[in-house]
C-alpha cells in the first residue's frame, strides 16, 4: 500500500467535498493533526475509522484501499488484489509480533534470574535486597502479561479435532498446557480437548 498516494487520494476526495481537515476530522471524531497525518502519508486510519472515513468521502473501502476512483468494471479486479495485499500485510505484522513475544519473553526471564540471584548470592543490605526481589517480579510479571496478550490476539489456534481456526480467552491460554505454540485446550466449535496449534491466518 502507497500511503504517500492514499493521502494525496483523501485529500482529493475531501477538497472536493469542501470539506476542511477540521471538519473531516470533526466527522471521525479525531484531531486535525491525525487527519493531516494520513494526508502526508504519515499513517493510515485505523480499520475503525475507514467506513466512517468513506462514509464522509462518499467512496467505498476498495477505492480508499487502491486510492482511487473503481468503476464497476474493476471492482472485482481490484477487490481481490486489495484482499491479497491486505493478507499480506496481517501475516507479516503476525510474524513480527510471534518474534516480539519470544524476544520480551526471553528477556524477561533473563532479566528476572538475574536480579534474583543478585538479590539470593550477593552481599546486600536486607533493603537492596528485597527491592532487587520486587522489581524482579514485577517485570517478570509486566513481560508476561504483554507475552500472553500477544498470544491471544496474534494469528489464531486450530483445534486438532474439527480444524475450526478461534481466538482464545485469556483464561484459556493462561491454564492450558502448552509446548511451543501449541496449546491443550477445549474448541469452542466442537466441544473436545486437543492439543491446538497457532496459525498466522484463518483461510
Known amino acids: 500500500m502507497d500511503l504517500q498516494k492514499t493521502g494525496n487520494f483523501i ?51 476498495n477505492e480508499l484501499l487502491s ?7 474493476q471492482y472485482k479486479e481490484y477487490a481481490e488484489h486489495n484482499l491479497v495485499t491486505l493478507q499480506a500485510k496481517n501475516t507479516k505484522n503476525t510474524k513480527l509480533l510471534f518474534l516480539l513475544e519470544w524476544v520480551l519473553g526471553l528477556t524477561t526471564s533473563v532479566f528476572f534470574m538475574i536480579l534474583i540471584f543478585i538479590a539470593s548470592f550477593c552481599e546486600l543490605a536486607t533493603g537492596w535486597r528485597i ?19 500477544i498470544e491471544k490476539e496474534a494469528g489464531f489456534y486450530e483445534c486438532g479435532h474439527c480444524h475450526e481456526k478461534y481466538i482464545p480467552t485469556y483464561k484459556q491460554v493462561l491454564f492450558s498446557m502448552h509446548h511451543g505454540r501449541n496449546r491443550y485446550m477445549k474448541c469452542p466449535k466442537c466441544g473436545k480437548y486437543s492439543w491446538n496449534k497457532k496459525v498466522i491466518n484463518k483461510d
Open 11 to 61: 485529500a482529493q476526495q475531501r477538497k472536493a467535498k469542501n470539506l476542511t481537515q477540521a471538519k473531516l476530522a470533526e466527522k471521525l471524531h479525531v484531531s486535525e493533526k491525525t487527519v493531516s497525518k494520513w494526508e502526508c502519508g504519515n499513517g493510515f486510519p485505523d480499520t475503525s475509522l475507514i467506513m466512517p472515513l468513506c462514509e464522509a468521502l462518499e467512496i467505498s473501502a
Open 67 to 73: 486510492a482511487e476512483k473503481i468503476n464497476d468494471n
Open 131 to 149: 527491592g532487587l526481589i520486587i522489581i524482579g517480579f514485577l517485570q517478570f510479571i509486566v513481560g508476561v502479561g504483554f507475552c500472553l496478550r
